[in-house]
């Protein structure tokens, strides 16, 4: 699949470091928040999700924080791997009962061997 | 399970023409997305259905889109008549709950 938007934000890193994913959602209410993995020509995979009553949430090398003073999310990857370069997408449900999500504009991870 | 199921993958087609997308959820799923990725407008849900029945289409470019979900194994959308800045590719979801599971997609060109 392709990319999203002309500014898409990079991050590069080394391999074996740690990478940080941020992301700024709109709405106060939303209750449900996931984060998805885009490689070229695919379909976007989930990583995590985390309730609106967690600040956080752990999974196998993947950690997702939730700040909901500042409105803040972020995506937490242990030891870069060169698979782990993609797009990262944080989406949010707004709340209203629905299943509908609302997705960000995405962040480019570079993995550098 | 082998997931969402999309077809076809890739359609190449003329200005005017129609263009029909399709897709088969995930079974067991009850709810059903359709997206559209471009570069410039990133991931933009047109329509979703709940119980096969439309619940928000508000997404909808216009009256040239249309979708339908006639039964909880099949939907479709629909382009007619296609237009070169209907080029994108899109996306069919399907979930039980909050985690929406996406095909492969289908990479539509308008000459």
């Known amino acids: 699949g392709e990319s999203v938007g002309l500014h898409l934000p990079t991050l590069s890193v080394q391999e074996g470091d740690n990478s940080i994913i941020n992301c700024a959602y709109s709405n106060s209410a939303s209750d449900y928040f996931i984060w998805y993995k885009q490689e070229s020509g695919k379909g976007p995979q989930f990583i995590i999700d985390i309730r609106s009553n967690m600040d956080k949430r752990q999974g196998q090398r993947v950690t997702v924080l939730l700040n909901k003073t500042v409105k803040h999310l972020s995506l937490q990857i242990a030891a870069t791997q060169p698979g782990d370069s993609a797009v990262y997408f944080c989406?949010?449900?707004?709340?209203?009962?629905?299943?509908?999500?609302?997705f960000g504009s995405g962040t480019r991870l570079l993995v550098r061997p | 399970d082998a997931g969402v199921i999309q077809s076809p993958r890739h359609e190449v087609t003329e200005m005017g023409q129609e263009v029909t997308l399709r897709c088969k959820p995930i079974?067991?799923?009850?709810?059903l997305f359709w997206y559209r990725q471009t570069m410039m407008r990133g991931l933009e849900l047109l329509i979703y259905?709940?119980?096969?029945?439309?619940?928000?289409d508000s997404g909808m470019p216009e009256d040239r889109f249309s979708a339908k979900m006639p039964n909880a194994s099949f939907s479709t959308l629909k382009i007619q008549p296609s237009e070169p800045r209907d080029s994108a590719v899109y996306f069919c979801a399907s979930s039980r709950y909050n985690e929406q599971f996406f095909g492969p997609g289908t990479r539509l060109t308008v000459l």
């Open positions: 989406a949010e449900n707004m709340g209203d009962s629905s299943y509908k999500l609302i």
């Open positions: 259905f709940n119980n096969n029945v439309p619940i928000d």
């Open positions: 079974s067991g799923h009850n709810s």
